[in-house]
Protein backbone atom coordinates (compact mmCIF):
# COMPACT_ATOMS: atom_id res chain seq x y z
CA UNK A 1 0.00 0.00 0.00
CA UNK A 2 1.67 3.27 -1.22
CA UNK A 3 0.58 6.41 1.37
CA UNK A 4 0.57 9.88 0.57
CA UNK A 5 0.64 12.83 3.07
CA UNK A 6 0.02 15.88 1.21
CA UNK A 7 -1.34 17.25 -2.37
CA UNK A 8 1.93 16.94 -3.91
CA UNK A 9 2.32 13.41 -2.91
CA UNK A 10 -1.54 12.63 -3.51
CA UNK A 11 -1.16 13.59 -7.20
CA UNK A 12 1.66 11.63 -8.20
CA UNK A 13 0.01 8.63 -6.88
CA UNK A 14 -2.83 9.78 -8.76
CA UNK A 15 -1.69 10.26 -12.00
CA UNK A 16 0.72 6.86 -11.80
CA UNK A 17 -2.50 5.36 -11.31
CA UNK A 18 -4.31 6.69 -14.09
CA UNK A 19 -1.18 5.75 -16.53
CA UNK A 20 -1.34 2.50 -15.13
CA UNK A 21 -4.57 2.21 -16.30
CA UNK A 22 -3.77 3.66 -19.18
CA UNK A 23 -6.67 6.84 -19.38
CA UNK A 24 -5.95 9.86 -20.21
CA UNK A 25 -6.42 13.21 -17.91
CA UNK A 26 -9.86 13.36 -19.89
CA UNK A 27 -11.31 9.71 -19.93
CA UNK A 28 -10.64 10.10 -15.65
CA UNK A 29 -11.99 13.37 -15.07
CA UNK A 30 -15.41 12.13 -17.44
CA UNK A 31 -15.38 8.69 -14.96
CA UNK A 32 -14.79 10.89 -11.87
CA UNK A 33 -17.43 12.92 -13.14
CA UNK A 34 -14.98 16.45 -12.41
CA UNK A 35 -13.11 18.25 -15.53
CA UNK A 36 -9.74 17.63 -17.74
CA UNK A 37 -8.39 20.91 -15.91
CA UNK A 38 -9.04 19.76 -11.94
CA UNK A 39 -7.17 16.56 -12.81
CA UNK A 40 -4.16 18.02 -13.88
CA UNK A 41 -4.35 20.69 -11.14
CA UNK A 42 -4.72 17.66 -8.78
CA UNK A 43 -2.02 15.61 -10.34
CA UNK A 44 0.57 18.63 -10.08
CA UNK A 45 -0.09 18.51 -6.48
CA UNK A 46 -2.54 22.44 -7.02
CA UNK A 47 -5.71 21.34 -5.26
CA UNK A 48 -8.00 18.84 -4.17
CA UNK A 49 -10.60 18.61 -1.65
CA UNK A 50 -11.53 15.82 0.13
CA UNK A 51 -15.01 14.92 -2.18
CA UNK A 52 -12.59 15.12 -5.25
CA UNK A 53 -9.64 12.89 -4.43
CA UNK A 54 -12.78 10.30 -3.17
CA UNK A 55 -14.20 10.45 -6.79
CA UNK A 56 -11.05 10.26 -8.43
CA UNK A 57 -10.16 7.40 -6.36
CA UNK A 58 -13.06 5.83 -6.65
CA UNK A 59 -13.16 6.20 -10.56
CA UNK A 60 -9.48 4.61 -10.23
CA UNK A 61 -10.82 1.74 -7.75
CA UNK A 62 -8.83 2.40 -5.04
CA UNK A 63 -9.59 2.63 -1.70
CA UNK A 64 -8.71 6.11 0.06
CA UNK A 65 -8.01 5.71 3.86
CA UNK A 66 -6.73 6.99 6.71
CA UNK A 67 -4.36 6.82 9.52
CA UNK A 68 -3.67 8.54 12.39
CA UNK A 69 -0.35 9.87 12.92
CA UNK A 70 0.08 10.11 16.79
CA UNK A 71 -2.02 8.40 19.44
CA UNK A 72 -5.25 9.24 20.56
CA UNK A 73 -5.47 10.75 24.15
CA UNK A 74 -8.26 8.07 25.77
CA UNK A 75 -8.74 10.09 28.81
CA UNK A 76 -9.38 13.45 26.75
CA UNK A 77 -11.20 12.04 23.58
CA UNK A 78 -13.96 14.71 23.89
CA UNK A 79 -11.14 17.68 22.85
CA UNK A 80 -10.61 15.13 19.44
CA UNK A 81 -14.34 15.27 18.41
CA UNK A 82 -14.78 19.56 18.45
Known sequence: MKTAKNHKEIGKLIKYNRQVQK???QELAKKSELTQPAI???ERGL???LMT???????L???LTFQLIKPIDKKNLASYID
Request: charged content about 5%; proline content about 0%.
Open 40 to 42: SNI
Open 53 to 59: ISSIMQA
Open 47 to 49: SGT
Open 61 to 63: NLE
Open 23 to 25: LSQ
